[in-house]
């Protein structure tokens, strides 16, 4: 009986079940767990075609199961350059965008819970605003490339260091922080900077792997700043990008062959593998943290806690 | 007990501090009217170099158009860019242009010392003191780095008189370099009449500020930030009363008013154009939040299934579609959907027949499938606020319930709809009021000839006609008329919210 409580079901207390129960169950069952298989089947479909011999997979004979073992598929696309450049690229963008959104988020987050500060309130709301409104893509566009980021890396770090909405997380939960721990330090003569660095920043932490992660799994899968400002440096292509650019050229093959790099492995590869590689590559890291990301799912969704 | 103890506690720093804005003389009382000048010029230089239009080193016209003072300043390279064949035939040394560089980098660093004074000029007198050497340093430094780029620039026009090429280097003097001088004299007058007022005042023994400007100065940066990308970008909105082409210069000759404007409601092409789009944008939307309801059923639905490890396993791996990105669904998409994807290979092998069917290039029921693609990404992930929500019910009114002989759908209607319909009330209204904002992503993505009318939404359309095809005012227009009316919707969802649950939403 206890054990049923924590299921929170709004029939918890049944105990004998009905021929209607059955039936429910039966079709409750069923359609969660095909929704279910519908999120997984896709990667695992991608999967087993990058681990299978390239002859099946192009005849076609794959479905459910792999075919002649290999990583053979891998090791041919370690060999595409502009590959490797775009994972180096997103790795980057990853790590030091999250982490400079991080630090200035807890710091300001921080910042603006201080009544004392000048002007507080013009500046707060001044941050949630832009959450609400903007100038639109194109002015946003023209101002990026009047301040010289396009066609830069910078253009992928820089605007997203000031992130209003994770701001505003921190806030609420700072404003949570009992504010006597603060003030003893205040007495003990501690500024507000040893404050934020020696209480603030580690009581916070939480709230800030939560920011951290969805920062990181933005990052990695933002496209539209490399399409629209990037575009004309493959250089600094992101991973996404990347993987866009293949999946169209499978539908002009002669263009692809064309390309340089392309063309020396696309003998040994079909278009599909490529795609499925490169999917794959792109997949992993996500599927890698996925895990972690788990137990920050309610504190990413404080939803009520956004007010000016 | 300890809330008492700061009050009295703020109250005794307030009084303290009347004492202390009292106790100051009539010097440091003009000295800190002067220096709200001496900032704001600070201010002004600081904007003044990230403009192109305010470069003063753009001594050619063969220096790019889009070049600010401060990329001059940190890359030579994009200053030389244009400039192969004049080194090359010896129009200009490359020297001149070594210079320059580094004359526009002693600017910026001029400027960092200036913003250093301004910044320790909200201090004690102490702090003023020292903040006024650096603001007369920085102030001497940049006229001084500015003579020196009037010599660059004489350097300039005697090489190419001597090579005899002066119309094609088109060596010139901007104007706005005055603007410059202005800007750090008024810097040195503010610096020298504070100076002046303040040599009496005696310092104190520590450098020491009001907190309330330490505060302020560590928020400063971010501010500075949060208003070069989101509020800076409104200056781009004068595009639209200009016939503008990307790469050019605006001059006051290509104004044309509100043309483009009365363009959206007259052009018949445009027109036409337009409604196409926003009958996608309202279809795709509409469909949107006519579904709406889905992920609370999906929560509600969950809730009963009573094996626990298969209910976290489907809540985990329903709620991954969410963490990748709609390039990633795209391939997915192409993996199952496409002539060779899973369901031909499968139908093929099972059936015996060859299937090559493309689903992906078909036009048919593009609204249908682009909203089944949103669902499958989104639903599991949208469910969880709700499967919150349901966990945090109090069971007593489940008990109570049953006990009345209630059923299963009827706990269901009764007990738990009523009790997530505000979380769904706030998140049907946010979705109201971002009907215009369907992101352009999945839609360029899963974009093909077959489809593209009907996947053209509002964003893509700005993007199309942008980036795409160049016509930089009306896709500025779109976007303007674009933002004010999501606004608007914003405004009316929250007011609306307030009517009726007597709270707002934003």
Same mark, same amino acid.
């Given at each position: 009986?206890?054990?049923?409580?924590?299921?929170?079901?709004?029939?918890?207390?049944?105990?004998?079940?009905?021929?209607?129960?059955?039936?429910?169950?039966?079709?409750?069952?069923?359609?969660?767990?095909?929704?279910?298989?519908?999120?997984?089947?896709?990667?695992?479909?991608?999967?087993?075609?990058?681990?299978?011999?390239?002859?099946?997979?192009?005849?076609?004979?794959?479905?459910?199961?792999?075919?002649?073992?290999?990583?053979?598929?891998?090791?041919?696309?370690?060999?595409?350059?502009?590959?490797?450049?775009?994972?180096?690229?997103?790795?980057?963008?990853?790590?030091?965008?999250?982490?400079?959104?991080?630090?200035?988020?807890?710091?300001?987050?921080?910042?603006?819970?201080?009544?004392?500060?000048?002007?507080?309130? #013009?500046?707060?709301? %001044? !941050?949630?605003? $832009?959450?609400? /409104?903007? @100038?639109?893509? =194109? +002015?946003?566009? #023209?101002?990026?490339? %009047? !301040?010289?980021? $396009?066609?830069? /890396?910078? @253009?992928?770090? =820089? +605007?997203?260091?000031?992130?209003?909405?994770?701001?505003?997380?921190?806030?609420?939960?700072?404003?949570?922080?009992?504010?006597?721990?603060?003030?003893?330090?205040?007495?003990?003569?501690?500024?507000?900077?040893?404050?934020?660095?020696?209480?603030?920043?580690?009581?916070?932490?939480?709230?800030?792997?939560?920011?951290?992660?969805?920062?990181?799994?933005?990052?990695?899968?933002?496209?539209?700043?490399?399409?629209?400002?990037?575009?004309?440096s493959p250089e600094l292509y992101t991973l996404q990008h990347r993987l866009y650019i293949y999946l169209n050229q499978s539908s002009n093959i002669g263009a692809m062959a064309a390309s340089g790099d392309v063309s020396e492995i696309a003998s040994q590869l079909n278009t599909k593998i490529i795609q499925y590689t490169i999917s794959m590559v792109t997949i992993i890291p996500i599927l890698c943290v996925y895990p972690f990301m788990q137990r920050y799912f309610e504190k990413g969704l404080m939803l009520g806690a956004v007010k000016g | 007990m300890a809330s008492g103890f700061v009050a009295d506690d703020k109250e005794i720093a307030k009084r303290h501090e009347q004492m202390k804005k009292s106790s100051r003389s009539l010097p440091q009382k003009i000295a800190d009217i002067v220096l709200i000048f001496s900032r704001l010029a600070v201010v002004v230089n600081v904007i003044l170099m990230f403009f192109p239009s305010f470069n003063p080193a753009r001594l050619s016209d063969l220096i790019g158009r889009?070049?600010?003072?401060?990329?001059?300043?940190?890359?030579?390279?994009?200053?030389?860019?244009?400039?192969?064949?004049?080194?090359?035939?010896?129009?200009?040394?490359?020297?001149?242009?070594?210079?320059?560089?580094?004359?526009?980098?002693?600017?910026?660093?001029?400027?960092?010392?200036?913003?250093?004074?301004?910044?320790?000029?909200?201090?004690?007198?102490?702090?003023?003191?020292?903040?006024?050497?650096?603001?007369?340093?920085?102030?001497?430094?940049?006229?001084?780095?500015?003579?020196?780029?009037?010599?660059?620039?004489?350097?300039?026009?005697?090489?190419?008189?001597?090579?005899?090429?002066?119309?094609?280097?088109?060596?010139?003097?901007?104007?706005?370099?005055?603007?410059?001088?202005?800007?750090?004299?008024?810097?040195?007058?503010?610096?020298?009449?504070?100076?002046?007022?303040?040599?009496?005042?005696?310092?104190?023994?520590?450098?020491?500020?009001?907190?309330?400007?330490?505060?302020?100065?560590?928020?400063?940066?971010?501010?500075?930030?949060?208003?070069?990308?989101?509020?800076?970008?409104?200056?781009?909105?004068?595009?639209?009363?200009?016939?503008?082409?990307?790469?050019?210069?605006?001059?006051?000759?290509?104004?044309?008013?509100?043309?483009?404007?009365?363009?959206?409601?007259?052009?018949?092409?445009?027109?036409?154009?337009?409604?196409?789009?926003?009958?996608?944008?309202?279809?795709?939307?509409?469909?949107?939040?006519?579904?709406?309801?889905?992920?609370?059923?999906?929560?509600?639905?969950?809730a009963e299934i009573k094996n626990g490890p298969f209910r976290r396993f489907v809540q985990t791996f329903t709620t991954i579609p969410n963490f990748i990105s709609w390039v990633l669904v795209y391939a997915i998409a192409i993996a199952i959907f496409n002539t060779d994807g899973f369901v031909n290979t499968f139908l093929t092998n099972v059936t015996g027949t060859v299937h090559s069917t493309n689903y992906l290039m078909s036009s048919s029921h593009a609204w249908l499938k682009m909203l089944a693609w949103g669902m499958w990404k989104g639903v599991g992930w949208s469910a969880i606020i709700y499967v919150a929500s349901i966990s945090g019910i109090d069971q007593g009114l489940y008990e109570a319930a049953t006990v009345d002989g209630a059923g299963r759908f009827a706990k269901m209607w009764y007990i738990t709809v009523p009790e997530l319909m505000p979380t769904f009330f706030v998140l049907l209204l946010m979705s109201v009021a971002n009907i215009l904002s369907n992101g352009m992503e999945q839609y360029l993505v899963f974009s093909n000839p077959m489809n593209k009318d009907a996947m053209q939404v509002l964003d893509l359309y700005v993007y199309n006609l942008g980036i795409g095809s160049g016509l930089i005012p009306l896709s500025t227009v779109i976007g303007m008329v674009k933002s004010f009316v999501s606004v608007v919707l914003l405004f009316g969802a929250n007011t609306f919210s307030k009517a009726v649950r007597g709270e707002s939403i934003v």
């Amino acid at each position: 009986m206890a054990k049923n409580k924590e299921y929170n079901g709004s029939s918890g207390m049944v105990e004998s079940l009905t021929p209607g129960d059955v039936v429910f169950n039966i079709i409750n069952y069923l359609f969660f767990g095909v929704f279910t298989i519908s999120c997984i089947f896709p990667f695992y479909y991608i999967f087993i075609n990058t681990i299978s011999d390239p002859g099946y997979v192009t005849s076609g004979q794959i479905t459910l199961l792999p075919r002649g073992l290999t990583v053979q598929n891998y090791i041919s696309m370690g060999k595409v350059n502009d590959l490797w450049n775009s994972v180096l690229i997103t790795v980057a963008r990853t790590i030091l965008g999250t982490a400079l959104m991080v630090v200035v988020s807890s710091l300001a987050g921080y910042l603006v819970t201080k009544k004392e500060m000048w002007h507080r309130q #013009l500046w707060y709301r %001044m !941050l949630v605003i $832009t959450m609400y /409104f903007n @100038a639109g893509l =194109i +002015p946003w566009y #023209l101002n990026m490339s %009047m !301040l010289g980021l $396009t066609d830069s /890396f910078a @253009a992928y770090i =820089i +605007p997203g260091i000031v992130a209003p909405y994770n701001i505003i997380l921190v806030k609420t939960y700072v404003e949570s922080i009992p504010a006597e721990i603060e003030e003893s330090a205040f007495m003990d003569g501690a500024s507000y900077f040893t404050i934020y660095r020696k209480i603030i920043w580690p009581l916070s932490k939480p709230i800030l792997a939560t920011i951290a992660i969805f920062g990181a799994v933005g990052q990695w899968n933002s496209f539209q700043d490399s399409l629209i400002l990037n575009a004309n440096s493959p250089e600094l292509y992101t991973l996404q990008h990347r993987l866009y650019i293949y999946l169209n050229q499978s539908s002009n093959i002669g263009a692809m062959a064309a390309s340089g790099d392309v063309s020396e492995i696309a003998s040994q590869l079909n278009t599909k593998i490529i795609q499925y590689t490169i999917s794959m590559v792109t997949i992993i890291p996500i599927l890698c943290v996925y895990p972690f990301m788990q137990r920050y799912f309610e504190k990413g969704l404080m939803l009520g806690a956004v007010k000016g | 007990m300890a809330s008492g103890f700061v009050a009295d506690d703020k109250e005794i720093a307030k009084r303290h501090e009347q004492m202390k804005k009292s106790s100051r003389s009539l010097p440091q009382k003009i000295a800190d009217i002067v220096l709200i000048f001496s900032r704001l010029a600070v201010v002004v230089n600081v904007i003044l170099m990230f403009f192109p239009s305010f470069n003063p080193a753009r001594l050619s016209d063969l220096i790019g158009r889009n070049l600010s003072l401060f990329s001059c300043g940190v890359s030579y390279d994009s200053i030389v860019s244009n400039f192969g064949r004049a080194f090359r035939q010896g129009w200009v040394t490359e020297a001149s242009f070594h210079k320059l560089n580094i004359f526009a980098f002693l600017i910026i660093i001029s400027v960092i010392v200036m913003i250093g004074g301004a910044c320790m000029s909200l201090g004690n007198t102490k702090t003023k003191k020292y903040g006024l050497i650096a603001s007369a340093a920085g102030g001497a430094l940049e006229i001084v780095s500015l003579v020196l780029i009037r010599s660059v620039y004489d350097e300039i026009v005697f090489t190419s008189r001597e090579a005899g090429k002066l119309d094609k280097v088109l060596p010139q003097y901007p104007f706005i370099n005055y603007a410059y001088y202005a800007v750090a004299a008024v810097v040195l007058v503010c610096t020298a009449i504070t100076f002046a007022l303040l040599i009496r005042t005696p310092s104190e023994k520590n450098f020491e500020m009001d907190p309330k400007y330490t505060l302020f100065l560590m928020m400063l940066p971010i501010i500075a930030l949060a208003f070069v990308f989101s509020y800076l970008p409104l200056y781009g909105w004068r595009y639209a009363f200009f016939d503008y082409k990307a790469g050019e210069t605006l001059t006051a000759d290509k104004f044309v008013g509100l043309k483009y404007f009365l363009q959206l409601l007259q052009n018949d092409a445009t027109k036409k154009d337009i409604v196409r789009v926003l009958r996608n944008t309202f279809a795709m939307s509409g469909l949107g939040i006519l579904t709406s309801w889905v992920p609370m059923a999906f929560a509600i639905f969950l809730a009963e299934i009573k094996n626990g490890p298969f209910r976290r396993f489907v809540q985990t791996f329903t709620t991954i579609p969410n963490f990748i990105s709609w390039v990633l669904v795209y391939a997915i998409a192409i993996a199952i959907f496409n002539t060779d994807g899973f369901v031909n290979t499968f139908l093929t092998n099972v059936t015996g027949t060859v299937h090559s069917t493309n689903y992906l290039m078909s036009s048919s029921h593009a609204w249908l499938k682009m909203l089944a693609w949103g669902m499958w990404k989104g639903v599991g992930w949208s469910a969880i606020i709700y499967v919150a929500s349901i966990s945090g019910i109090d069971q007593g009114l489940y008990e109570a319930a049953t006990v009345d002989g209630a059923g299963r759908f009827a706990k269901m209607w009764y007990i738990t709809v009523p009790e997530l319909m505000p979380t769904f009330f706030v998140l049907l209204l946010m979705s109201v009021a971002n009907i215009l904002s369907n992101g352009m992503e999945q839609y360029l993505v899963f974009s093909n000839p077959m489809n593209k009318d009907a996947m053209q939404v509002l964003d893509l359309y700005v993007y199309n006609l942008g980036i795409g095809s160049g016509l930089i005012p009306l896709s500025t227009v779109i976007g303007m008329v674009k933002s004010f009316v999501s606004v608007v919707l914003l405004f009316g969802a929250n007011t609306f919210s307030k009517a009726v649950r007597g709270e707002s939403i934003v």
